[in-house]
């Protein structure tokens, strides 16, 4: 029985050193990570957002409502900015398990996974052009051009 357990925690420890391939709503985070020698980030977003409301990391922690929208590094998390709020070894995890954050196929690009937005082609389109509040207001003011004169 020994033995058998055992094998399961080498097996489990062997594992866990494989990239990790994302499930849908994952958010892939590789702003770093490449240059650093590192996996990106594999972050399970709908895992947090079960047990914490949006605010907790939109608000409070000051997480962007896009990937890849901060410019998160190692200092900041250990500093207590970010992840590191949560991943400080009392409420969650530390640092030191590298593997559980950093298991993302290497050269994986920043990214929402499967994202509805992605799959309908609006993330490749660029937004719509806006004009500038003063110029929207001036624009208005002049009059129409064309019709009968």
Known sequence: MKLL???????????SCLPTTA???DVV?????????????????????V???CKVCHAD??????????????????DGQFCGAC?????????ENCNLCHAGKPRTPTHVHESTLQKLGAAAAPPP??????AAA??????ASGGAR
Request: glycine content about 8%; charged content about 15%.
């Open 5 to 15: 357990r055992a094998l399961a925690l080498l097996t489990a420890l062997m594992l």
């Open 23 to 25: 499930e849908y709503g």
């Open 29 to 49: 985070i590789n702003n770093y990570s490449d240059a650093a020698g590192m996996r990106p980030v594999v972050f399970p977003h709908w895992f947090h957002r």
């Open 51 to 53: 047990r914490f409301r």
């Open 61 to 78: 922690l000051g997480f962007q409502f896009k990937a890849g929208g901060n410019q998160i590094d190692m200092l900041k998390i250990i």
């Open 87 to 95: 991943h400080n070894g009392q409420l969650a995890w530390s640092v």
């Open 129 to 134: 052009a806006v004009a500038p509040p003063a």
């Open 138 to 143: 001036a624009a208005a003011s002049r009059p």
